[in-house]
């Protein structure tokens, strides 16, 4: 079946860095679509970065450009997220999300559980 495993996430200190990775698996990883969210408490979940495939064209919110990176390897069916200068907003449980098309053009998508991350002195 349909799995995506995020690992990475825990406790930093602002400034620091984390690198999220999304494990996927049951599904042709290279005909989706893949992206990162993140939900803080009491709020929405929202759209951080998302990867595209063929092509690997990235796209970011203005929250975290020039600070996170996205990127996904092929050959290990995962996808990553580098986060660098990290701040106390970043905190969050960060999901990964793959988005497919049928072939009547419908989307459809597979998110992941979940992972902490925590940013804080």
């Known amino acids: 079946q349909v799995q995506l495993v995020e690992s990475g996430g825990g406790l930093v200190q602002p400034g620091g860095s984390l690198r999220l990775s999304c494990a996927a698996s049951?599904?042709?990883?290279?005909?989706?679509?893949m992206s990162w969210y993140r939900q803080a408490p009491g709020k929405e979940r929202v759209l951080v970065a998302t990867?595209?495939?063929?092509?690997?064209?990235?796209n970011y919110a203005d929250s975290v450009k020039g600070r996170f990176t996205i990127s996904r390897d092929g050959a290990k069916n995962t996808m990553y997220l580098q986060m660098s200068s990290l701040k106390v907003e970043d905190t969050a449980v960060y999901y990964c999300?793959?988005?497919?098309?049928?072939?009547?053009?419908?989307?459809?998508?597979?998110w992941g559980q979940g992972t902490q991350v925590t940013v804080s002195s």
């Open positions: 999300f793959a988005e497919g098309v049928s072939t009547w053009g419908e989307k459809y998508g597979y």
């Open positions: 049951g599904f042709t990883f290279s005909m989706y679509a």
């Open positions: 990867i595209t495939n063929p092509g690997g064209r990235t």
